[in-house]
């Protein structure tokens, strides 16, 4: 019967294409919706420019790309993945046991993190510290000792700041953006409270312990590295209401920044960059989250973008070197190049110019 | 009555009277009721009127494209010197700097290079790309002067549409004081036009809005129905007939039935997951393509179609299948000749129903990668590819304004090619069902 045949027909499809996974033809990208903005359009440019098709890029988050990429060698696995921050060395040890063991590492600007608010309000002066005063789970009370975060208002946190709701729209904790606010801003904030920048340097048990002990930190937390202990206590946001999780989607929360003008939203800098007419970001220990003070670094919440690639693959999937080649050249991520247009904060030229030799002669990254 | 009345001394009523008395507060709680309901109802259509009212007034805009006319000479020298006509020489030809060079003759007075790089920013990056095209389809050009309309960078586009506003200062906006000057002079030369946007229905996916077009993940959606299609509607047919017709009534056949009852409440993640761990990392089947998604879809929606195929075979009635017993029909010839083609127009309509609930399904395509930055459009079923329920996710997602709008105008296709299918299927079940 017909049916039959239709049956036979579409299961001899779908094995064939079994076989058909074993080459492939165009280059494979998977990593950071941080990245990705960049990555796309370099990408698109590249299809359109030479005879090499155009790279798939999946927007998997920084953690989701390195776990594909460290996978092993072969074309089921990707070529190249973005990251929001560096490698780590777990993530590393676990490519080297796959057999990943050549990757070449490649800086490709710095992104910043604005906090912003509706343009309808007036403009947020804050320093690092109020962001840690305000948005921690647990912060030092009167007596130095941690208590669940008091404040509801941000004349709580800094008499100088207006007497509104801490209405906080931010990512999830799976985004890099979250990961990066928190290391950056919240971190950066809590080390300027002098009891928890000790426990941060504090090495051993006896000097750990102690100072959890003057903070009131849950012995359960303990490590003997206190830098671990800093990063519990500094890096957990507060559950109750006044961080709001808004999502991966940055145009969200403009939107709802619009919408509320009392609340302050988290989100990268080319997101402020296009709503300009709608939002405006915070000065942060004075200031302001723009395209010069973000590059010259004087800006305090920026991190460095990266994307690795695998260097066993380069000559086997067609275009990868020529890809890398064409993220690095001048056009694409100088001063004046078109990434710049997407929102990127080049490098300094003289880092540029390291990357990129490294990049040509496959440099491969020591950890 | 009045008897009844005298002779106990106590008012009682008949029952005639009792209804009398209760009727109006009767009638006024079946009002009430009804117009409950009928708040109800309004409620429900007020929202999708919101909801199609939102998408439909910031969508339609993106079927227009502004256009900007660009007089470009297209000189022997600076594509083809030798006069080769090679393909190769003339893919190579630097067609950006004669769209620059274009611009340049246009407003001579521009001078210094951030001036110049505003002015290069009017119109998009795509023009370069559009005149290549043209020369390469006929090098007899090259010599001549040619004029064509290019579509504007999508700023300018806001800017034309409205979504940006002039009044503003100029820091908060994107588009320039100067760029403004230039916009007038042209639009006062006659060189900006609002056109068709073709490129929104024959492109794939871009990182420049006005370059952005569904036609890729169009592709992709077919491809993915097509392997779905092929697979869930003969399996999916030939699992109804056996467990209705043939099936002994047993507890395997029961604990079967339960099963498949319950698949079809399973989240749709769930089959991402599954088709993740079995069709790539056991098969090796390549990701992002579009077989592994109708795979993936075939097992949400096969539920749905063994349910509803189910239900039709139930609906044919069993004199019909006694007659052609009685006639020495063996059981094959019986379902085969009678039954299947009365049951048929009920096994589509849930095949398209099920069809539908695929074509806007995501959720499960995250898992196995379709969720990518994909330009080519693609040929096959292995290609990589996305759909167009993940392109509407991916634009939403993006920082520029210019997808705003082609959200919207993507939610609509989809939102066309839904309800057409649902009208399909309710056109098959009129014209072919067959009341016993």
């Known amino acids: ?367 | 009555m009045n008897n009844q009345i005298q002779n106990n001394g106590v008012e009682r009523l008949t029952s005639m009277e009792k209804v009398q008395a209760g009727l109006a507060q009767r009638y006024a709680k079946e009002r009430r009721f009804r117009r409950l309901g009928l708040a109800a109802v309004m409620t429900g259509l007020l929202f999708i009127a919101l909801l199609l009212g939102s998408i439909v007034s910031n969508g339609y805009s993106a079927f227009w494209q502004t256009e900007v006319q660009l007089e470009v000479q297209l000189e022997q020298a600076d594509i083809d010197p030798e006069v080769s006509r090679d393909p190769e020489v003339l893919s190579v030809a630097d067609y950006g700097g004669l769209v620059k060079r274009s611009l340049r003759n246009t407003f001579p007075e521009v001078k210094g290079r951030r001036d110049k790089r505003k002015l290069y920013e009017m119109v998009s990056s795509g023009a370069a790309f559009q005149l290549q095209d043209m020369v390469m389809a006929n090098p007899d050009l090259i010599g001549s002067t040619v004029k064509l309309w290019v579509p504007a960078d999508d700023d300018i586009d806001m800017l034309v549409k409205g979504h940006i506003d002039r009044s503003k200062p100029e820091s908060e906006r994107r588009v320039k004081d100067q760029q403004l000057e230039w916009l007038d002079e042209l639009t006062s030369q006659g060189r900006i036009r609002s056109a068709f946007n073709t490129i929104f229905f024959t492109a794939g996916d871009s990182r420049e809005p006005e370059l952005a077009g569904i036609w890729g993940a169009a592709v992709g959606s077919m491809f993915t129905l097509l392997v779905t299609l092929c697979l869930s509607f003969p399996i999916g047919v030939a699992a109804a007939v056996y467990l209705e017709e043939f099936a002994p009534v047993n507890r395997w056949t029961d604990l079967i039935e339960v099963n498949i009852n319950n698949l079809a409440a399973v989240p749709s993640i769930v089959f991402g997951l599954l088709g993740l761990a079995v069709f790539i990392n056991f098969f090796g089947l390549p990701r992002s393509a579009p077989v592994v998604g109708g795979l993936v879809l075939t097992l949400m929606t096969l539920p749905t179609i063994i349910i509803a195929s189910r239900a039709a075979l139930k609906s044919v009635p069993p004199s019909i299948r006694e007659a052609a017993l009685g006639l020495g029909a063996s059981r094959m010839q019986m379902v085969f000749h009678h039954v299947l083609p009365l049951a048929m127009p009920g096994m589509l309509t849930g095949t398209i129903i099920g069809m539908a609930q695929a074509l806007g399904e995501s959720a499960p395509l995250l898992m196995i990668g379709m969720v990518a930055f994909i330009v080519d459009i693609p040929g096959s079923i292995t290609d990589p590819s996305t759909v167009m329920p993940v392109q509407i996710y991916l634009w939403a997602d993006s920082p520029e304004r210019a997808f705003v709008e082609r959200t919207s105008a993507a939610i609509m296709l989809l939102l066309g090619f839904l309800v057409s299918m649902n009208a399909l299927a309710v056109i098959l079940r009129k014209k072919f069902e067959r009341r016993w």
Not at chain 1, 162 to 173: C, F, N
Not at chain 1, 268 to 279: E, P, R, T, W
Request: hydrophobic letters at 40%.
């Open chain 1, 1 to 367: 019967m017909n049916t039959k045949h239709l049956l036979l027909a579409a299961m001899a499809v779908s094995f064939s294409t079994a076989s058909m996974a074993a080459s492939r033809d165009h280059v494979n990208i998977v990593g950071s919706s941080t990245v990705y903005p960049f990555a796309t359009v370099v990408a698109e440019k590249f299809g359109k420019t030479t005879k090499f098709k155009t790279p798939k890029i999946e927007s998997t988050g920084s953690g989701g790309g390195m776990k594909l990429f460290c996978a092993g060698i072969g074309v089921e696995h990707p070529d190249i993945t973005n990251a929001s921050r560096r490698i780590k060395k777990s993530e590393f040890e676990k490519c080297q046991k796959n057999g990943v063991n050549a990757i070449l590492e490649v800086k490709v600007g710095y992104d910043g993190i604005a906090v912003a608010n509706s343009k309808k309000s007036k403009q947020f002066k804050l320093t690092r510290k109020d962001l840690f005063m305000a948005l921690a789970k647990d912060v030092p009370g009167k007596d130095g000792k941690l208590m669940p975060n008091p404040c509801k208002t941000w004349k709580c946190v800094n008499p100088a700041l207006p007497d509104s709701k801490i209405e906080v729209l931010g990512p999830p904790p799976t985004s890099g953006t979250r990961d990066a606010f928190a290391e950056l801003a919240m971190g950066g904030g809590a080390k300027k409270i002098a009891d928890l920048k000790a426990l941060r340097k504090a090495k051993g048990e006896k000097d750990v312990k102690a100072l959890m002990e003057k903070l009131g930190v849950p012995m359960k937390a303990y490590n003997k590295k206190g830098k671990k202990v800093f990063k519990k206590v500094a890096y957990t946001v507060r559950e109750d209401g006044a961080y709001i999780e808004a999502g991966e989607n940055d145009n969200l929360i403009v939107q709802k920044l619009e919408a509320n003008p009392n609340a302050l939203g988290i989100f990268g800098y080319s997101f402020l960059d296009q709503n300009a007419d709608k939002v405006q970001g915070a000065l942060i220990d004075g200031v302001a989250p723009e395209f010069e003070l973000i590059a010259s670094g004087k800006y305090p919440v920026s991190r460095p973008l990266f994307f690795y690639v695998k260097v066993a693959h380069i000559g086997k999937v067609p275009g990868i070197q020529e890809f890398v080649n064409a993220f690095t050249s001048e056009q694409a991520w100088g001063d004046e190049g078109y990434l710049t247009d997407k929102g990127l904060i080049p490098m300094p030229k003289a880092e540029r110019n390291k990357y990129a030799t490294d990049a040509k002669v496959a440099n491969n990254l020591k950890m």
